[in-house]
């Protein structure tokens, strides 16, 4: 999971328009990459009380936190209120694991 974390982020890109009236500088937003499908889960699970113009969730989760707590917990040291939900989904995933053809 740290390494589909910090191998994988968000990036969006933008594209030319295809509209026939589109202005050399217009474009649309093009997603290249997405961020771990598990750690979209996990943000969207612990959503933000503030308000947002967008549709998108906003949320109180950060990556750079995110990485720090699964470094922390592989160290051995389990001191957030997230580390249930990140042991919650490890499980999961582990559970969907094929077994290895000994």
Not at 85 to 102: S, W
Request: hydrophobic share 35%; proline share 4%.
């Amino acid at each position: 999971m740290l390494y589909e974390l910090t191998s994988t982020a968000l990036e969006v890109v933008k594209a030319p328009s295809q509209r026939r009236d589109a202005r050399p500088w217009d474009g649309i937003r093009v997603v290249q990459s997405r961020n771990a499908d598990w750690y979209r889960r996990f943000c969207a699970k612990h959503a933000s009380s503030r308000k947002r113009n967008k549709r998108l969730h906003d949320t109180r989760i950060k990556r750079q936190d995110t990485i720090r707590l699964l470094e922390n917990m592989i160290a051995g040291r389990q001191v957030s209120i997230y580390c249930q939900d990140i042991i919650e989904e490890a499980q999961r995933r582990l559970d969907a694991a094929e077994p290895a053809p000994f």
